[in-house]
Structure formats: structure tokens, C-alpha cells
């Protein structure tokens, strides 16, 4: 009753490989899909610093070097310097978002 490339459904109808496949590999996405859900659940999906809030003084100090790294671009300088001048202003920009520092409103500004 079962012919390669051919498969017999319950109903007694035939079914090409191709359809069966497209039948079979949805309950696998499901379970993909349920799978990444509870490894990022279960697996703290939140970065280590997500917790933690910077102080007033902390935000001021990034702020400050964010500002110096802005103007120092302004003024120019060497491709390089401007390379570096422009990582050091993102890490310290990216810092500033890390520790929420927007929390503190206008008194970081």
C-alpha cells in the first residue's frame, strides 16, 4: 500500500512528501519557538547590570567625558584620534544607558 514518495494518510489519502513535510516541521517551530522562550526566561534574560542604578555622580562623570569626547571630535584631529575619540565617547555613552542615568533627569544635562 506504500509507495516511495507517497504516504497514506489516516483518511486512506495520498500525500506528497512535500505537504507531509510542511505538516510535520510546524509542531518543530512550535517547539523552537517554546524553547528560546523558557531559555531566555529561565536563563536571566536581563544583563548582569540591569539591577544596578548609577549614582548622581557617577551619571555626572560619564556625562562630563561624553561631552569632552563630543567637542574634541568638533575640534578635529587625525583619523585615528578620531577613531578613538568616538569608541571612547560610545562606551561611555553606552555606560550612561547601562546605569540608567536618565533617571536622573535634567541634573545630568
Known amino acids: 500500500p506504500f509507495s516511495k514518495g ?3 494518510t489516516t483518511l486512506g489519502q495520498q500525500a506528497s512528501d512535500k505537504q507531509t513535510r510542511v505538516r510535520e ?3 518543530m517551530k512550535h517547539w523552537i519557538t517554546a524553547l528560546t522562550a523558557l531559555t531566555l526566561t529561565l536563563g536571566g534574560a536581563l ?3 540591569a539591577g544596578k542604578a548609577g549614582s548622581l555622580d557617577e551619571c555626572l ?3 562630563k ?3 569632552t569626547f ?3 571630535r568638533r575640534q578635529g584631529g587625525t583619523a585615528e584620534d578620531m577613531d578613538g575619540w568616538k569608541r571612547a565617547r560610545d562606551e561611555a555613552q553606552q555606560a550612561f544607558r547601562d546605569l540608567r ?3 536622573h533627569g535634567r541634573k545630568v544635562r
Open 61 to 63: 562623570k560619564l556625562r
Open 47 to 49: 544583563p548582569a547590570w
Open 101 to 103: 542615568c536618565r533617571r
Open 70 to 72: 563630543s567637542e574634541l
Open 25 to 27: 516541521d510546524a509542531p
Open 65 to 67: 567625558s561624553i561631552d
Open 6 to 8: 507517497m504516504i497514506t
